[in-house]
């Protein structure tokens, strides 16, 4: 489904020029254009105004300000190294909590 193949593309060129005539094709094809290149051009214009809107909403509120402190607290704190011996203490008294169950 979606694939399209030669044969395809002939059987609706050959309704289009049934159905609309050969004098009216090429109004028709270039109506077809000028309404791709429209569209293809809103959707640009509509993606920069998202982007320029994020940056200003994004400038606003602060967020690389708010960036660089997490990551100078997430540096400080070494939160690699707490979590790591989190992780042993809750392995250890896993262990401990099994062993003391089971005698």
């Not at 309704?15 to 959707?43: D, M, Q, T, V, Y």
């Not at 704190?77 to 005698?103: F, I, M, P, T, Y």
């Amino acid at each position: 489904m979606g694939n399209i193949g030669w044969a395809e593309i002939a059987v609706v060129v050959v309704l289009a020029l049934i159905i609309f005539g050969p004098r009216k094709l090429p109004e028709l094809g270039s109506a077809l254009g000028r309404s791709i290149r429209g569209f293809r051009k809103g959707l640009k214009e509509g993606q920069e105004e998202i982007r320029s809107t994020l940056s200003e909403v994004k400038e606003a509120a602060g967020v690389s300000e708010i960036k660089d402190a997490v990551t100078e607290l997430k540096d400080s704190a070494d939160l690699r190294k707490v979590v790591s011996a989190e992780s042993e203490s809750a392995g250890s008294s896993n262990v401990q909590g099994a062993n003391s169950s089971g005698s």
